[in-house]
């Protein structure tokens, strides 16, 4: 079965930089993007920033300039490199990646969450 494995979370000091990694596996069917979210305690869940397998990139327009989303070489793993954390980053962070075999018939899947703690 499909599996989304989160890590790279941790508490980290405002100013300093954290790199995610998410990696998919369990499946040979197409990833057609991958992605990452956030979630806060009582915020919704919102997105950070999405990614194609030609590396096209897409942020969310409040989150420009501090946030890097990659693919690894095998395309299967994504990455997500924050710079400048700030308090406010504090949240719970999401990989999903929509997988099947063709667009139509391809779902999203979610990681478990890896936790990023800004606090000084």
């Known amino acids: 079965q499909v599996q989304l494995v989160e890590s790279g979370g941790g508490l980290v000091q405002p100013g300093e930089s954290l790199r995610l990694s998410c990696a998919a596996s369990g499946t040979d069917l197409r990833i057609f993007n991958m992605g990452w979210y956030r979630q806060s305690p009582g915020n919704q869940r919102e997105p950070v920033a999405t990614?194609?397998?030609?590396?096209?990139?897409t942020y969310a327009d409040s989150l420009t300039g501090r946030f890097t989303i990659s693919l690894g070489h095998a395309k299967r793993t994504v990455y997500l490199q924050i710079h400048e954390l700030k308090p406010e980053d504090t949240a719970t962070y999401y990989c999903?990646?929509?997988?099947?075999?063709?667009?139509?018939?391809?779902?999203?899947?979610w990681g478990q969450g890896t936790q990023v703690t800004v606090s000084a």
């Open positions: 990614i194609t397998p030609d590396g096209i990139a």
């Open positions: 999903k990646a929509r997988i099947g075999l063709t667009t139509l018939t391809a779902r999203g899947y």
